[in-house]
């Protein structure tokens, strides 16, 4: 029972990694940038939603509300701007300015905010709530929730990028950004909407990550940059679903590794992300939405 | 082309496109030295020459994808030759690229709706595209990468006819297809001018282009070598020009550097 247990946390905190590892692979799958301030960009805005919850003591649904666009806007003109002219230089070049940005947002970070880890609090029962299916699986609201909304966000997007004239144009660029030219596309604002999506989802995980455990100026590269990372290499560069399975298999893994040895937790789930590097590079599920 | 539209090529008014003193450089070579030339409305323009004379360059240079050292591209009497390519494109320049260039994880129709999503108003539509190619409709839904060459290439003039082009730039239509379908291709020209439109095209195949031209521009190793009418050029003069062999009376010193390291 306890290994079912183990598995069903597992998954649940699959999501997590997916809302994590989904806006990582967009921006590789449109733009091939590789962004390194990904997790720190998730981290600010948890502590955009730290700040407004604090002052204004709105629900954190709330905060969403802001805290999603805001990033969004900040998605849309950091492409625009400084990874915009990293890219015209070189794609190598936006590793080097999106590792910059890292280190400039942590330091930042700790400068102003301390080496404190904060959480989001709810004042809600849902963070702490849980239910029991029966003597030895417990199942957390807050994990469900966000797995729900991982799914939800993956719904979306897939929906958006197939149906919907931008969706069509970001498919299009990232096929052949020369030809999307010579269709009368201006590649850097179709970039630029694509990065919008993409940080629009990194604040969604900055917030459930806050709420699930804390934020301190690091989780943004020693977490949720690393989880993402693994979720999107085991589930397949610029495939939106292989997120959610690399996710979960992350999330099994690290679960079960804590199952045989409580300090195996994170190592269990790093291990299958190098046996997958080794045995499938490619991902498990190789590039549905992009080709 | 038919006889009166190329008696007097001013006939239709002031020139649609026109290149002035073009220079263009890929990296230290000069792949196009100080071409001009002038596209009239309804015409169907060909710029002939052999690999690496610069033909393409020309083109892209026309659609923006290449910045010009010197000289100037004119549209419709307005400057357009620092303009991005996609400004060009809702001008009304629009190319079909060298080697078709389809969205390959894009459906048939998806590639038409992108060639749409910034079209000018005008004639033709997605149905209009549809009727035009009747197997196109019962395909749409298919990735391009399950069509044949010609089919692809079909695809691709859809996609640029739908944003309503007033001048089509095709960039070596034939390039890899088999003859039939070659034809088959430029069999649809007159149904696309009837439009409206102005056709600049590159090609390789001289007799092709020499068919269905109401004007020819030979370029050799960057420069033009012939222009004029198909029918008042003789086959030896287009010979001459394509070659660059001295006979030519228009023949001028060729540039330095081998013609073969020119991309094409």
């Known amino acids: 029972m306890a290994w079912v247990n183990a598995i069903i946390q597992g998954v649940l905190t699959g999501g997590l990694y997916a809302l994590f590892a989904c806006g990582l692979s967009l921006m590789f799958g449109v733009m091939k940038v590789v962004n390194l301030a990904h997790g720190d960009l998730a981290v600010v805005a948890g502590y955009i939603a730290i700040g407004i919850i604090t002052v204004t003591h709105v629900p954190v649904l709330w905060s969403v509300v802001i805290v999603v666009p805001v990033m969004a806007v900040l998605g849309y003109a950091l492409q625009r701007t400084l990874i915009q002219s990293a890219l015209d230089r070189s794609v190598l070049i936006t590793l080097i300015v999106t590792f910059g940005l890292s280190v400039v947002i942590e330091n930042g970070l700790l400068q102003f905010f301390t080496a404190n880890s904060r959480a989001i609090g709810t004042g809600l029962s849902l963070v702490s709530g849980s239910f029991t299916i029966g003597s030895q699986i417990q199942i957390g609201y807050l994990l469900v929730v966000i797995f729900a909304v991982a799914v939800v966000v993956l719904l979306g997007l897939q929906y958006f990028l197939s149906r919907s004239r931008y969706g069509r144009l970001i498919r299009a660029v990232a096929d052949d950004q020369e030809a999307a030219q010579l269709a009368g596309a201006d590649y850097r604002h179709v970039f630029g909407i694509a990065a919008a999506l993409a940080f629009g989802t990194v604040g969604l995980a900055g917030i459930a990550y806050g709420m699930y455990s804390q934020l301190s100026p690091t989780t943004g590269t020693d977490t949720i940059l690393l989880f993402a990372f693994a979720a999107v290499v085991i589930g397949g560069l610029g495939s939106l679903w292989g997120t959610l399975l690399g996710g979960v298999v992350l999330g099994v893994a690290q679960q079960i590794g804590a199952q045989i040895n409580i300090s195996d937790e994170v190592l269990a789930g790093y291990l299958v992300f190098l046996a997958v590097l080794v045995l499938r590079p490619q991902g498990l599920i190789y590039r549905r939405t992009q080709s | ?264």
């Open chain 2, 1 to 264: 082309m038919t006889a009166e539209a190329t008696h007097d090529r001013t006939a239709n008014g002031a020139p649609l496109l026109e290149v002035s003193g073009l220079v263009v450089h890929h990296g230290q070579l000069r792949a196009l030295d100080a071409i001009s030339l002038q596209v009239f409305p309804g015409e169907v323009y060909a710029i002939i020459g052999a690999n690496g004379a610069g033909k393409s360059t020309l083109l892209r240079t026309i659609a923006g994808l290449h910045q010009p050292t010197a000289g100037s591209i004119r549209f419709d009497g307005q400057e357009v030759t620092r303009l991005r390519p996609w400004r060009r494109v809702t001008q009304g320049i629009v190319m079909v690229p060298e080697g078709r260039r389809l969205f390959g994880s894009l459906t048939v129709e998806e590639n038409l709706l992108v060639g749409a999503s910034y079209a000018r108003p005008g004639p033709w539509t997605l149905d209009r595209v549809y009727e035009a190619f009747s197997w196109m409709r019962e395909r749409r839904n298919q990735p391009t990468a399950q069509l044949s060459g010609g089919e692809q290439q079909t695809v691709a003039i859809g996609r640029a006819l739908v944003a309503n082009p007033r001048v089509l730039l095709l960039d070596e239509l034939s390039l890899g297809l088999a003859p039939v379908v070659v034809q088959r291709i430029y069999g649809m020209l007159p149904q696309v001018l009837a439009t409206g439109l102005t056709v600049l095209l590159v090609e390789q195949d001289v007799s092709q282009a020499l068919r269905v031209a109401s004007h020819i521009h030979c370029l050799l190793e960057g420069q033009t070598t012939l222009e004029g009418r198909p029918d008042e050029v003789t086959a030896d003069q287009v010979e001459a020009a394509y070659f660059g062999l001295a006979s030519s009376p228009a023949a001028s010193p060729a540039a330095e550097g081998s013609e073969s390291l020119w991309p094409g």
